[in-house]
């Protein structure tokens, strides 16, 4: 009896400590205003996935649910009503609507918009991004790239040599070092004085923030989540909190789960499936230092929809049945989550270019 007792009160301690380990996400005092922000995208991510993502996990135990500030964003394009990434990331990067396959640049003359990446460099900030596509992808491109059409790959590589930034963690290394100029821009990069690394070991950067870097996770683009991709979460720490050290100012970094996208093009529910897991523990991840931080304004989103995903009734009444009805993105709306300081502007309906000067707004 004393034994069973004893075995009991165990069990009922390691419940306890893992409740405890859990994070309580505002249980922090937030300083008035943000010195840091860090916008998660979500490619192809709207209500649809997030809701998949929420009932495949269990209710409650993702941590979209945790976020107490929830809005949405129109994403349509400036000549669509169905936007595609690069027109998406232009309106976050920029704060305008462009035309579909346009890379910071808007109509009718196709312009160089200057992005918040550039702006906040120039202010002092340092600035970072770090995704699951090749760099010159269209998402992270609209942050540092203005060029007329998302298909210029070896021009934008050449735009990220224009721009000052602080970290770069993405795949598509053969679009700097193969390239039909025959620059090798990836020694153009150890000029300027980034370290260069290759591959998803993280060890050996300059955690110190002494110095700029970049690393190439894949030649070209990087694996699935189900396919042995694990970097993204790890990734986005070690971002954090290089950049945290990289700049007295405060730091602005983009993050994107950049295949949620390719799996609905791919109509692919298990795909779906893992790159959400995955997005969900990069979340917790720049949760936690956020939380740590207290002077982190950190914004969840996606670009668009993609797939049409419906979530319809099973055999089960545990379970639904995803139906995608398109390869293609839609026009559904976007959630928003927020969390920090100034979180509270990102409630409401609103236009995807207002997450653009509701960042702006939240610095003042």
Avoid at 144 to 162: G, N, V
Avoid at 248 to 266: N, R, T, V, Y
Avoid at 335 to 345: H, N, Q, R, S, T
Wanted: aromatic fraction near 10%; hydrophobic fraction near 35%; charged fraction near 25%.
């Amino acid at each position: 009896m004393r034994l069973f007792l004893l075995l009991l009160s165990l069990i009922f301690s390691s419940c306890a400590a893992n409740r405890k380990a859990e994070i309580d996400y505002y249980n922090v005092q937030f300083a008035e205003k943000p010195r840091n922000i860090i916008l998660l995208i979500g490619d192809g991510m709207a209500l649809p996935q997030v809701s998949a993502h929420i009932y495949w996990q269990g209710v409650g135990k993702t941590i979209f649910e945790k976020f107490k500030v929830v809005g949405f964003h129109k994403s349509y394009a400036y000549n669509d009503l169905v936007t595609d990434s690069a027109a998406g990331a232009t309106a976050f990067a920029c704060g305008h609507k462009t035309t579909n396959g346009a890379i910071g640049v808007l109509p009718p003359d196709n312009h160089p918009c200057p992005t918040i990446l550039e702006q906040l460099s120039e202010e002092g900030y340092a600035t970072g991004m770090v995704v699951t596509c090749t760099a010159t992808h269209a998402t992270p491109a609209c942050f540092i790239a203005h060029r007329e059409l998302r298909a210029f790959t070896d021009e934008i590589a050449l735009d990220y040599l224009k721009t000052p930034f602080d970290c770069l963690i993405a795949g598509g290394e053969k679009n700097f070092d193969e390239r039909y100029d025959k620059l090798n821009l990836v020694d153009s990069f150890k000029t300027k004085g980034y370290v260069v690394k290759r591959g998803t070991n993280l060890k050996n950067l300059p955690m110190d923030g002494s110095k700029p870097f970049v690393v190439f996770t894949d030649d070209r683009e990087p694996p699935t989540a189900s396919g042995g991709r694990k970097y993204l979460p790890e990734a986005s720490k070690k971002a954090c909190e290089y950049l945290d050290k990289r700049s007295d100012k405060g730091f602005f970094l983009m993050i994107e789960g950049s295949q949620i996208d390719w799996a609905g093009h791919a109509n692919d529910r298990n795909w779906l499936r893992s790159e959400m897991e995955d997005f969900d523990r990069t979340i917790r991840k720049v949760l936690e230092f956020a939380a740590k931080d207290g002077e982190t304004l950190v914004i969840v989103t996606g670009d668009h929809e993609c797939g049409g995903l419906a979530l319809t009734k099973s055999d089960s009444r545990k379970e639904f049945k995803p139906v995608f009805s398109t390869r293609l993105h839609t026009a559904a709306l976007v959630p928003v989550y927020a969390y920090g300081p100034k979180a509270e502007l990102f409630r409401g309906t609103y236009e995807n270019t207002d997450i653009y000067w509701k960042m702006r707004k939240a610095l003042e």
